[in-house]
Protein backbone atom coordinates (compact mmCIF):
# COMPACT_ATOMS: atom_id res chain seq x y z
CA UNK A 1 0.00 0.00 0.00
CA UNK A 2 1.07 3.31 -0.82
CA UNK A 3 -0.03 7.16 0.19
CA UNK A 4 -0.33 8.36 3.92
CA UNK A 5 -0.69 5.22 6.36
CA UNK A 6 -1.17 4.92 9.89
CA UNK A 7 -0.46 1.77 11.73
CA UNK A 8 -1.92 1.20 14.60
CA UNK A 9 -1.31 -1.93 17.23
CA UNK A 10 -3.59 -2.08 20.25
CA UNK A 11 -5.27 -5.41 21.56
CA UNK A 12 -8.27 -2.73 22.48
CA UNK A 13 -10.98 -2.67 19.59
CA UNK A 14 -12.34 0.25 21.82
CA UNK A 15 -9.09 1.72 22.05
CA UNK A 16 -7.95 1.43 18.60
CA UNK A 17 -11.80 2.74 17.39
CA UNK A 18 -10.94 6.36 19.58
CA UNK A 19 -7.39 5.99 17.46
CA UNK A 20 -8.78 5.99 14.23
CA UNK A 21 -11.38 9.20 15.33
CA UNK A 22 -8.09 11.36 16.43
CA UNK A 23 -7.19 10.44 13.01
CA UNK A 24 -10.10 11.17 10.80
CA UNK A 25 -10.55 14.71 12.70
CA UNK A 26 -6.72 15.89 11.33
CA UNK A 27 -6.78 18.27 8.08
CA UNK A 28 -4.73 15.48 6.34
CA UNK A 29 -6.50 12.16 5.36
CA UNK A 30 -4.56 8.91 6.31
CA UNK A 31 -5.42 5.58 5.72
CA UNK A 32 -5.46 3.49 9.43
CA UNK A 33 -4.65 0.17 9.26
CA UNK A 34 -4.92 -2.00 12.43
CA UNK A 35 -3.59 -4.77 14.55
CA UNK A 36 -4.92 -6.63 17.12
CA UNK A 37 -1.68 -9.05 18.32
CA UNK A 38 2.45 -8.34 17.58
CA UNK A 39 2.56 -10.94 15.06
CA UNK A 40 -0.37 -8.42 13.19
CA UNK A 41 1.52 -5.19 13.67
CA UNK A 42 4.75 -7.01 12.31
CA UNK A 43 2.83 -8.48 9.18
CA UNK A 44 0.71 -4.60 8.67
CA UNK A 45 4.23 -2.87 9.11
CA UNK A 46 5.98 -5.64 6.37
CA UNK A 47 2.84 -4.86 3.92
CA UNK A 48 2.97 -1.36 4.49
CA UNK A 49 6.62 0.02 3.70
CA UNK A 50 5.49 3.11 2.98
CA UNK A 51 3.79 4.04 6.22
CA UNK A 52 3.95 7.46 7.87
CA UNK A 53 3.63 6.33 11.20
CA UNK A 54 3.20 3.52 13.58
CA UNK A 55 0.54 3.72 17.07
CA UNK A 56 2.29 1.15 19.31
CA UNK A 57 0.97 -0.39 22.57
CA UNK A 58 3.42 -1.47 25.03
CA UNK A 59 1.08 -4.42 25.74
CA UNK A 60 -0.58 -6.99 23.72
CA UNK A 61 -1.10 -10.81 22.81
CA UNK A 62 2.71 -11.68 21.50
CA UNK A 63 4.82 -9.18 23.53
CA UNK A 64 5.33 -7.79 26.47
CA UNK A 65 7.08 -4.30 27.33
CA UNK A 66 9.58 -2.97 25.83
CA UNK A 67 10.82 -5.99 23.87
CA UNK A 68 8.17 -5.44 20.93
CA UNK A 69 10.20 -1.66 20.07
CA UNK A 70 12.97 -2.97 20.21
CA UNK A 71 12.14 -5.90 17.53
CA UNK A 72 10.28 -3.50 15.67
CA UNK A 73 12.65 -0.34 15.41
CA UNK A 74 15.43 -3.23 14.66
CA UNK A 75 13.20 -4.49 11.85
CA UNK A 76 11.54 -0.98 10.37
CA UNK A 77 14.30 1.53 11.70
CA UNK A 78 12.85 3.93 9.02
CA UNK A 79 9.15 4.14 10.41
CA UNK A 80 8.24 6.27 12.69
CA UNK A 81 6.92 4.68 16.47
CA UNK A 82 5.18 6.44 19.10
CA UNK A 83 4.24 4.30 21.95
CA UNK A 84 1.12 4.83 23.77
CA UNK A 85 0.51 3.76 26.85
CA UNK A 86 -1.01 3.60 29.98
CA UNK A 87 1.91 2.99 31.65
CA UNK A 88 3.61 6.82 31.26
CA UNK A 89 5.86 6.93 34.39
CA UNK A 90 9.57 8.91 33.40
CA UNK A 91 11.19 5.90 33.21
CA UNK A 92 8.59 4.14 30.75
CA UNK A 93 9.16 7.61 28.69
CA UNK A 94 12.61 8.23 28.63
CA UNK A 95 13.51 4.55 27.63
CA UNK A 96 11.05 4.46 25.01
CA UNK A 97 13.07 7.49 23.71
CA UNK A 98 16.11 5.28 24.31
CA UNK A 99 14.87 2.70 22.36
CA UNK A 100 14.26 4.56 19.28
CA UNK A 101 10.73 5.91 19.48
CA UNK A 102 9.58 9.21 18.08
CA UNK A 103 7.42 9.93 20.85
CA UNK A 104 5.17 8.99 24.06
CA UNK A 105 0.86 9.57 24.27
CA UNK A 106 -0.36 8.37 27.39
CA UNK A 107 -3.55 6.73 27.06
CA UNK A 108 -5.31 9.29 29.53
CA UNK A 109 -4.53 11.75 27.14
CA UNK A 110 -7.41 13.81 25.35
CA UNK A 111 -8.34 13.50 20.97
CA UNK A 112 -6.27 17.10 20.95
CA UNK A 113 -3.34 16.29 22.77
CA UNK A 114 -3.12 12.54 20.62
CA UNK A 115 -3.47 14.51 17.55
CA UNK A 116 -1.01 17.18 18.26
CA UNK A 117 1.22 14.23 19.16
CA UNK A 118 0.45 12.73 15.99
CA UNK A 119 1.28 15.63 13.99
CA UNK A 120 4.48 16.86 15.90
CA UNK A 121 6.00 13.33 14.84
CA UNK A 122 4.76 13.40 10.98
CA UNK A 123 6.60 16.54 11.00
CA UNK A 124 9.47 14.71 12.36
CA UNK A 125 10.09 16.01 15.99
CA UNK A 126 9.86 13.84 18.76
CA UNK A 127 6.46 13.91 21.02
CA UNK A 128 6.68 13.90 24.68
CA UNK A 129 3.54 14.86 27.47
CA UNK A 130 4.40 18.51 28.59
CA UNK A 131 4.67 17.44 32.34
CA UNK A 132 7.90 15.15 31.34
CA UNK A 133 10.98 16.34 32.83
CA UNK A 134 13.77 14.15 30.02
CA UNK A 135 16.95 13.88 31.81
CA UNK A 136 19.59 10.84 31.53
CA UNK A 137 18.46 7.06 32.51
CA UNK A 138 18.92 7.28 36.74
CA UNK A 139 20.30 4.03 36.67
CA UNK A 140 23.86 3.23 35.00
CA UNK A 141 23.18 -0.33 34.54
CA UNK A 142 19.77 0.08 32.91
CA UNK A 143 21.48 2.90 30.84
CA UNK A 144 24.12 0.44 29.56
CA UNK A 145 21.63 -2.29 28.82
CA UNK A 146 20.05 -0.08 26.57
CA UNK A 147 22.70 0.72 24.50
CA UNK A 148 23.13 -2.92 23.98
CA UNK A 149 19.79 -3.47 23.03
CA UNK A 150 20.18 -1.62 20.28
CA UNK A 151 22.99 -2.97 18.95
CA UNK A 152 21.19 -6.32 18.03
CA UNK A 153 19.92 -7.05 14.54
CA UNK A 154 16.62 -7.65 13.45
CA UNK A 155 16.95 -12.02 14.14
CA UNK A 156 18.66 -11.30 17.14
CA UNK A 157 15.84 -8.71 18.45
CA UNK A 158 12.96 -11.81 17.27
CA UNK A 159 15.06 -13.89 19.05
CA UNK A 160 15.62 -12.13 22.45
CA UNK A 161 11.75 -11.80 22.73
CA UNK A 162 10.95 -15.39 21.57
CA UNK A 163 13.63 -16.27 24.71
CA UNK A 164 11.27 -14.10 26.79
CA UNK A 165 8.53 -16.27 26.10
CA UNK A 166 10.54 -18.91 27.31
CA UNK A 167 10.42 -21.10 23.83
CA UNK A 168 13.03 -23.65 23.70
CA UNK A 169 15.78 -23.00 20.88
CA UNK A 170 13.30 -25.66 18.83
CA UNK A 171 10.66 -23.98 19.01
CA UNK A 172 12.32 -20.60 17.49
CA UNK A 173 13.96 -22.43 14.99
CA UNK A 174 10.38 -23.67 13.88
CA UNK A 175 9.01 -20.30 14.18
CA UNK A 176 11.47 -18.44 12.23
CA UNK A 177 12.42 -21.18 9.89
CA UNK A 178 15.72 -21.53 10.36
CA UNK A 179 18.07 -24.23 11.70
CA UNK A 180 18.87 -25.02 15.70
CA UNK A 181 22.40 -24.32 14.64
CA UNK A 182 21.19 -20.75 13.65
CA UNK A 183 19.21 -19.80 16.63
CA UNK A 184 22.15 -21.26 18.70
CA UNK A 185 24.34 -18.90 16.72
CA UNK A 186 21.80 -16.10 17.20
CA UNK A 187 21.69 -16.63 21.15
CA UNK A 188 25.26 -16.81 21.75
CA UNK A 189 25.95 -13.19 19.95
CA UNK A 190 22.95 -12.12 22.03
CA UNK A 191 24.67 -12.77 24.90
CA UNK A 192 27.81 -11.55 23.73
CA UNK A 193 26.27 -7.99 22.89
CA UNK A 194 24.46 -8.07 26.25
CA UNK A 195 27.41 -8.94 28.11
CA UNK A 196 25.50 -11.57 29.87
CA UNK A 197 26.34 -15.45 31.05
CA UNK A 198 23.23 -16.81 30.08
CA UNK A 199 19.79 -16.89 28.18
CA UNK A 200 18.39 -16.61 31.90
CA UNK A 201 20.22 -13.88 32.72
CA UNK A 202 19.42 -11.90 29.50
CA UNK A 203 15.70 -12.65 30.05
CA UNK A 204 16.30 -11.14 33.38
CA UNK A 205 18.38 -7.89 32.03
CA UNK A 206 15.43 -6.97 29.64
CA UNK A 207 12.69 -7.99 32.55
CA UNK A 208 14.80 -4.83 34.62
CA UNK A 209 14.29 -2.47 31.86
CA UNK A 210 10.67 -3.52 31.57
CA UNK A 211 10.01 -3.23 34.81
CA UNK A 212 6.26 -3.96 35.94
CA UNK A 213 5.02 -1.88 33.29
CA UNK A 214 1.30 -2.57 32.69
CA UNK A 215 -0.28 -0.88 29.09
Do not use: W
Amino acid sequence: MTGQTILIADDHPLFRSALKQAISGMATYYAVVEAGDFDGVQQAARENPEADLLLLDLAMPGVSGLSGLITLKAEFSSLPIVVISASDDEDTIRRSLALGASGFISKSAGIDELRNGIRTVLSGEIYTPEDFEGGEETDPDIADMLERLQTLTPQQSRVLRMLCEGLLNKQIAYELGVSEATVKAHVSAILLKLNVDSRTQAVIQLGKVNMAMVA
